[in-house]
């Protein structure tokens, strides 16, 4: 928890980025890529201790479902400065339990929409009372899912919290563009990406999972992206913002 005992003070840099999940996957490809450039300040928020290490970077080691502890680490998520660019990406996401509704956990059903859907909830309004007033460019992508707008066996917990996590992103910007923020809110399906996500799902129970064959050879036939290219498409978003029109994206989409 070293990171929690950072001083709150004034950040020079242009551009603050703040990324939940940084430790792995596409999260972790993003504050890489971020971290490039000394103009970027990144708070990276993942539950494991992150093994990057750089001079424009704080991590925070932090349970996003310990919503006590979240609220108490605010000023170290969000730091102060004259940011031309602010940036949340609301990334961190698990799969949770895969069955059918009938043999699901309480205690699942629980976290998942702790993770997905309550956590960034709190990050986003915590971010637009901090910014509002910002002159610099303020814009919140949630990684979202395609399987937010379908059904899938298995993924009750996952699809619907991805669905809430839509509708909270679309509320966003209405309430945005009726307040005059100029925040910028997008949802944002990834596609298929090879990360620890993909593993869990492939070792999921074939009776509570009937597309069980098809992400097995989704990964047998090199069918994913890479959480780099992922990533890419990303911050190609962030950085051409208002070119895109609409909340949901999709990175297969452009």
């Not at 395609?146 to 298995?154: H, N, P, S, T, W």
């Not at 047998?220 to 070119?243: C, F, G, P």
């Amino acid at each position: 928890m070293d990171g929690l005992f950072y001083l709150l003070e004034n950040i020079t840099m242009k551009s603050l980025y703040i990324i939940t999940g940084s430790s792995k996957g596409i999260g972790l490809a993003l504050l890489k890529s971020l971290a490039k450039d000394a103009n970027n300040f990144i708070v990276g928020i993942a539950r494991s201790e992150s093994k990057e290490q750089h001079e424009n970077v704080r991590n925070l080691s932090l349970d996003l479902g310990n919503f006590d502890l979240l609220r108490q680490s605010f000023d170290q998520i969000f730091p102060e400065g004259a940011f031309e660019n602010l940036v949340l990406i609301n990334n961190a996401g698990w799969i949770g339990q895969i069955d059918h509704l009938g043999n699901l956990k309480a205690k699942s059903i629980r976290d998942i929409f702790n993770i997905n859907t309550i956590a960034p909830a709190m990050l986003m309004n915590e971010f637009i009372s901090r910014y509002t007033e910002s002159s610099g460019n303020k814009t919140i992508i949630n990684i979202s899912s395609g399987a937010a707008r379908k059904a899938v066996d298995g993924w009750s917990g996952y699809s619907s919290s991805k669905a809430a996590l839509n509708m909270i992103s679309e509320v966003a910007q209405e309430e945005a563009d009726l307040d005059n923020t100029g925040i910028k809110v997008f949802a944002v399906a990834p596609g298929v990406v090879d990360t620890e996500m993909q593993s869990n799902i492939r070792s999921a129970p074939e009776s509570g999972f009937s597309k069980l064959e098809k992400f097995k050879g989704l990964k047998s036939e090199n069918a994913l992206s890479s959480a780099t290219e992922a990533a890419e498409k990303i911050l190609y978003l962030v950085k051409n913002r208002d070119q895109f029109k609409g909340v949901l994206q999709d990175v297969r989409e452009f």
